[in-house]
């Protein structure tokens, strides 16, 4: 029958009342997206009014201001460039966009968890490869300062560990670089390793960092699967994959250390959730990873946060006494060779006050360490973590929710602490690696949108700024 000419259009009605119930389920999100937004850009302006009382830097010598705050609160310098890299980080964002979802919905486990690697490893060294290979992939690990150029020419391991201390001290006879002297050991210990191995040099280095720092997306997967939720899982590994923290694991050590500590987390999800028929060795394993992370990273003791969230989600305790072993293992071998971890962390903290920190003002890194991280994880991300403190959730003890609440905790921690004051980007890459599958918890019609925004935006850092560590 045919319509009168004065009837009003069909569905109209139907597409304004859906748009409104849109807007008014999901304004939350919106609101916190603009809120968001606001304060990332506030903050990269901030430095630029020049403000006595809000600024990211009081130099000792104008020398350090452009190095050190130029682009704050990113650590680097403006440098727009691009080559034939950024075409392949392009083609490769856009396919993860276009059929990440479907593939991570239909695809087998493994083969998914195996694809998320691989696909993270790729977009690492895209990004990388932007800045130019001598650059980006060698550069940054072969630096006057970095690990490479302070390696002890002779001695074995016992030489290096007992006087790795010694050293930690600015006025020290041969003080290590802050790079060093900022960790415990085990980082330089890694790459000591490497070179009697025959495995020396800026390339093996940089590929330890990206294939191990990449790694820790398909440690997330396995983790949230093991505590409960596949769906969720799946949902997560396209924005684990193409996460845009992928900017600083390649190339720095704390993309193997953020590898490293997933991969122990992970080990005791899988433990304590019952997904392994052999849990005592795997708990083990889980410590000794865990322990040796702490002896990478002294703020990575904070990740007793998120072992302790493992626990309670599986409401299982069965794996505790087998990975305290492994951990115990860690600390007994490094305190035999003569390294004591609470001196080096109190002689790192006096190091530390009396350097850099002192010039980088708390009032503005106290917020502005939260948005170097929201560049690291991307805004989707961030607005996915308000939906992570959902109460029902986390009553019914949802594995992803209960992880990401945690992480919350211990990056608020890390920033009260004071002891990470900028470089935040880079220093909470093992928090920030679980933070970035926030975006599985937004509505499944925004994940599309919300891939290809976490990848402009760290496309757009990595082609304008030339970040360094």
């Known amino acids: 029958m045919p319509r009168s000419p004065d009837a009003p259009p069909r569905h109209r009605e139907p597409a304004a009342s859906d748009r409104e119930s849109w807007c008014r389920r999901y304004r939350a999100d919106l609101v916190w997206t603009g809120v968001i937004c606001t304060v990332v850009l506030v903050a990269f302006w901030v430095p630029h009014l020049h403000l006595?009382?809000?600024?990211?830097?009081?130099?000792?010598?104008?020398?350090?201001?452009?190095?050190?705050?130029?682009?704050?609160?990113?650590?680097?310098?403006?440098?727009?460039?691009?080559?034939?890299?950024?075409?392949?980080?392009?083609?490769?964002?856009?396919?993860?966009?276009?059929?990440?979802?479907?593939?991570?919905?239909?695809?087998?486990?493994?083969?998914l968890v195996l694809l998320a690697w691989l696909v993270a490893t790729a977009w690492t060294v895209s990004l990388t490869l932007i800045d130019g290979v001598v650059r980006g992939w060698v550069g940054r690990m072969n630096g006057t300062g970095g690990y490479l150029a302070q390696l002890p020419h002779g001695g074995g391991v016992h030489s290096l560990v007992h006087g790795f201390a010694a050293h930690i001290p600015?006025?020290?006879?041969?003080p290590w670089d802050i790079s060093i002297a900022g960790n415990p050991p085990g980082a330089l210990l890694t790459f000591f390793g490497l070179d009697r191995l025959g495995l020396g040099g800026p390339w093996w280095a940089s590929a330890l960092c990206v294939v191990v720092g990449a790694s820790s997306a398909a440690a997330v997967l396995v983790a949230a699967r093991a505590l409960g939720d596949e769906d969720l899982a799946r949902r997560a590994a396209p924005f684990v994959a193409l996460a845009p923290l992928a900017v600083w694991v390649g190339v720095s050590s704390d993309g193997y250390y953020a590898g490293v500590a997933a991969w122990g987390l992970a080990l005791l999800a899988v433990a304590a959730g019952r997904a392994t028929a052999h849990p005592l060795p795997v708990a083990v394993a889980s410590g000794l990873l865990l322990g040796w992370s702490a002896y990478l990273d002294y703020g990575l003791v904070l990740l007793a946060v998120p072992a302790v969230a493992i626990l309670f989600a599986t409401r299982n305790g069965r794996p505790v006494p087998g990975a305290l072993a492994g951990a115990l293992v860690v600390g007994v071998l490094f305190t035999g060779l003569g390294f004591w971890w609470p001196h080096g962390l109190s002689l790192l903290r006096q190091r530390y006050w009396e350097g850099i920190a002192g010039a980088r003002p708390f009032s503005y890194w106290v917020w502005g360490d939260l948005v170097a991280l929201t560049c690291a994880i991307g805004v989707p991300a961030a607005v996915g973590l308000?939906?992570?403190?959902?109460?029902?959730?986390?009553?019914?003890?949802?594995?992803?929710?209960?992880?990401?609440?945690?992480?919350?905790?211990?990056v608020v921690?890390?920033?009260?602490?004071?002891?990470?004051?900028?470089?935040?980007?880079?220093?909470?890459?093992?928090?920030?690696?679980?933070?970035?599958?926030?975006?599985?918890?937004?509505?499944?019609?925004?994940?599309?949108?919300?891939?290809?925004?976490?990848?402009?935006?760290?496309?757009?850092?990595?082609?304008?700024?030339?970040?360094?560590?």
């Not at 308000?386 to 945690?406: E, P």
């Not at 919300?450 to 760290?458: D, F, H, K, M, V």
């Open 386 to 410: 308000r939906r992570a403190f959902d109460r029902a959730a986390l009553r019914r003890r949802s594995g992803l929710h209960v992880l990401l609440v945690a992480f919350v905790i211990v």
């Open 413 to 469: 921690c890390a920033d009260l602490s004071g002891l990470s004051k900028a470089e935040t980007e880079r220093i909470w890459l093992p928090f920030a690696v679980w933070l970035v599958a926030a975006p599985a918890l937004l509505p499944p019609r925004c994940h599309r949108l919300s891939l290809a925004a976490q990848a402009a935006g760290a496309l757009v850092i990595n082609s304008l700024l030339l970040t360094n560590w």
């Open 170 to 174: 600015v006025d020290s006879a041969q």
């Open 52 to 111: 006595s009382w809000l600024t990211p830097l009081v130099p000792q010598n104008p020398q350090q201001e452009h190095p050190l705050a130029g682009t704050a609160p990113i650590l680097g310098v403006w440098l727009p460039h691009h080559n034939w890299s950024t075409v392949c980080a392009v083609v490769l964002a856009l396919a993860v966009v276009a059929w990440g979802p479907t593939v991570a919905r239909r695809l087998a486990w493994r083969p």
